[in-house]
């Protein structure tokens, strides 16, 4: 791990290569879970009011799960995350004729109607953050269905700190991503020297 002002940042965040490869997922990390993308109460409180928005877009079933339960619940590990449909579809995903999956919130900040992108876990996905003690871990979740993304970062040799620049940047600040870019960079000549 290494120390990035107050966060502590797993070497793999440096070391992995990935890179979203959506021709050949499409998108399915929003639709294939078992709990939903952890969200702030701030979070809540934006997607509560653009609700009148994204609920005409909103599949029968989300639209029932979000009347029952609300926009989230407390997983078992007492996170905040937002609500599902059939233990694993986040409400606010759609499936095109295609079979590709998008974010209705992505959709209505994209046409205009919002300046919230989406929740900031979905957004820095696969990085998660976690509490260490007093500090902010930054760790890389690995899941089986994101495999192809392993291989495009690869092939086109982008380490994930690089492929999630804007998110990390959006958490964290240009200052912070900065030093992380140049820890990387130090990480990487002591590596080849070794």
């Not at 939903?36 to 009148?52: Q, T």
């Not at 993304?149 to 994930?160: S, V, W």
Request: some cysteine; hydrophobic content about 35%.
């Amino acid at each position: 791990m290494f120390i990035i002002q107050d966060t502590l940042v797993s070497l793999d965040v440096i070391e992995k290569e990935f890179c979203c490869n959506l021709d050949v997922c499409k998108g399915c990390c929003c639709i294939e879970g078992d709990a939903g993308a952890p969200v702030s109460d701030e979070e809540v409180k934006v997607l509560e009011n653009l609700l009148p928005i994204l609920l005409p877009d909103m599949t029968k079933d989300a639209k029932q799960v979000v009347e029952k339960q609300g926009l989230a619940y407390k997983d078992p590990s007492g996170e905040q995350v937002l609500s599902i449909v059939n233990d694993k579809d986040c409400i606010f995903a759609r499936t095109d004729h295609n079979g590709w999956c998008y974010c209705l919130i992505e959709k209505a900040c994209k046409a205009g109607k919002t300046s919230f992108l989406k929740p900031l876990s979905c957004h820095l996905y696969p990085i998660r953050l976690t509490a260490i003690g007093e500090r902010v871990g930054v760790e890389y979740h690995r899941w089986d269905i994101c495999h192809c993304a392993r291989q495009l970062g690869k092939k086109q040799h982008i380490p994930l700190y690089r492929f999630l620049k804007e998110p990390l940047i959006r958490r964290f600040g240009e200052e912070w991503y900065n030093e992380l870019e140049l820890t990387a960079q130090e990480w990487k000549k002591q590596c080849a020297t070794k």
